[in-house]
Nanobody
Framework: QVQLVESGGGLVQAGGSLRLSCAASGNIFRINAMGWYRQAPGNQRELVAEITSDGSTNYADSVKGRFTVSRDNAKKMVYLQMNSLKSEDTAVYYC?????????????????WGQGTQVTVSA
């Protein structure tokens, strides 16, 4: 299977910056997409940003212009640079990936999630 480990969360003042990292490992043949979601208390998990294998990106409207997602295909890592943080960005941030597994159907990918990392933005 696939393991995802996030890092980089923490406490930051409003207006500050954080950079999240996520490393994928395991029985990976190919990673098709990687992304970041977040979940605040009482809210549903929501998309923050995602990036495909060819570098195409998609962002939630609430983070456009402030957050940047990037990836290193060779290292199987995805990053989320978060600038101009607001208190409403406070949440647990989860990394996910859609990956094709070694020895499996190359036309089928599977979704995997990390454990999450807490981001807290103080006003």
């Amino acid at each position: 299977q696939v393991q995802l480990v996030e890092s980089g969360g923490g406490l930051v003042q409003a207006g500050g910056s954080l950079r999240l990292s996520c490393a994928a490992s395991g029985n990976i043949f190919r990673i098709n997409a990687m992304g970041w979601y977040r979940q605040a208390p009482g809210n549903q998990r929501e998309l923050v940003a995602e990036i495909t294998s060819d570098g195409s990106t998609n962002y939630a409207d609430s983070v456009k212009g402030r957050f940047t997602v990037s990836r290193d295909n060779a290292k199987k890592m995805v990053y989320l640079q978060m600038n101009s943080l607001k208190s409403e960005d406070t949440a647990v941030y989860y990394c996910n990936t859609k990956a094709v597994l070694r020895g499996s159907n190359p036309f089928v990918d599977y979704l995997f999630w990390g454990q999450g990392t807490q981001v807290t933005v103080s006003a």
